[in-house]
């Protein structure tokens, strides 16, 4: 299975969400792989990846896997993967228009990135930028080359949002422009209302605007050690397994 997770803006912990999921499924026997495809890199930087991202080194022709991918050890048994796709922020446009231009990178691109895919994972969790959309650069060539090596497998997305009313209809407005499209490939799976306010009313009125969605709704209050997150062996919060749990047993049923 394949979960791509999206949101609106920066700041409500789809990050967060990314890695916790990826720890939860290895923790239960279900070997992952992080593609960090933001240009801003945070999951790959709290995993310690210090290189530049694989397109970049393509493009520099610098061809150390070490600096791009890497093998994620957790004290609890979470121990996932995590490539660096991208990661080196404004300059991936550049690069992008590079591989585009010139048809041996590209296929030095097709081929490191095949090397990755085949380790016989059995999730793949997306962390993209904000706002992506579906025919943009970033996620076309990255998820050309994944269908070429896993044409058959599930795709799903899952949507970030903190508790703003702004927020939640920005979210509502991105999903239907995301999930309407007749292009695109794989189901909407649900939706996470992050860092609310730890207060009876404000857990109420999450409650409430979660309805407006459709699937999977998990709420998470805020949590101080997961705000800003800088360990990786940070507790899985009860929300986030019981979306792990969830989203395994969907994965089964499709």
Excluded: C
């Amino acid at each position: 299975m394949r979960i791509s997770v999206l949101s609106t803006k920066g700041g409500v912990g789809k990050s967060t969400i990314a890695l916790l999921l990826s720890k939860y499924f290895s923790q239960n026997g279900v070997k992952t792989l992080l593609i960090d495809r933001d240009p801003l890199g945070w999951a790959s930087n709290l995993a310690k990846i210090k290189g530049k991202g694989l397109l970049a080194s393509i493009v520099d022709k610098e061809e150390d896997k070490q600096t791009y991918f890497k093998e994620v050890k957790t004290k609890d048994g979470g121990d996932f993967y995590i490539l660096k796709l991208y990661g080196d922020g404004a300059r991936l446009y550049v690069d992008l228009d590079i591989i585009k231009r010139d048809e041996k990178l590209y296929k030095k691109l097709r081929e490191k990135y095949q090397e990755i895919l085949r380790n016989r994972f059995q999730a793949f969790i997306v962390d993209n930028p904000s706002m992506v959309q579906w025919n943009e650069d970033e996620v076309q060539y990255e998820l050309r080359i994944f269908r070429e090596n896993f044409p058959d497998e599930k795709i799903f997305r899952l949507y970030i949002s903190d508790s703003s009313e702004i927020s939640i209809e920005s979210t509502l407005k991105y999903i239907k422009e995301i999930e309407q499209n007749p292009h695109k490939i794989g189901q909407y799976l649900g939706i996470v209302i992050n860092l609310v306010p730890p207060f009876p009313e404000d857990l109420d009125k999450a409650m409430r605007l979660a309805n407006k969605f459709e699937g999977i709704k998990v709420i998470i209050p805020f949590i101080e050690s997961l705000f800003m997150l800088n360990d990786i062996n940070v507790e899985i919060p009860e929300q986030v397994k019981y979306l792990g749990k969830e989203i395994l047993k969907l994965n089964n049923k499709v």
